[in-house]
């Protein structure tokens, strides 16, 4: 290998670095957005289930009414 064809072999390589690096950079943003969205979804699923449990325990507590004793 001559020089010429060296350094041109080189500025290829840097040239694939920095669109790898550009690749890698837009990657992680897309992994930091999605896991806002997880950590959203994840909560608003807690909150449901949250009401969803007090909305089955009202539910029974309606349809089971308390012994004439305990009231």
Same mark, same amino acid.
């Not at 920095?18 to 992680?28: G, K």
């Given at each position: 290998?001559?020089? &010429?064809?060296?350094? *041109? ?7 694939? =670095?920095? !669109? @790898? ?5 837009? +990657?992680? &943003?897309?992994?930091? *957005? ?7 979804? =994840?909560? !608003? @699923? ?5 009401? +969803?449990?007090?909305?089955?325990? *009202? ?9 004439? !004793?305990?009231?």
């Amino acid at each position: 290998m001559n020089e &010429k064809e060296l350094l *041109e072999r080189i500025e290829r390589l840097e040239s694939h =670095q920095a !669109h @790898l690096e550009h690749q890698f950079d837009e +990657l992680n &943003k897309v992994i930091i *957005e999605q896991q806002k969205t997880i950590q959203k979804v =994840q909560m !608003h @699923l807690q909150r449901m289930g949250k009401s +969803l449990d007090s909305a089955e325990l *009202e539910r029974i507590r309606a349809t089971n009414p308390k012994p004439p !004793h305990y009231q």
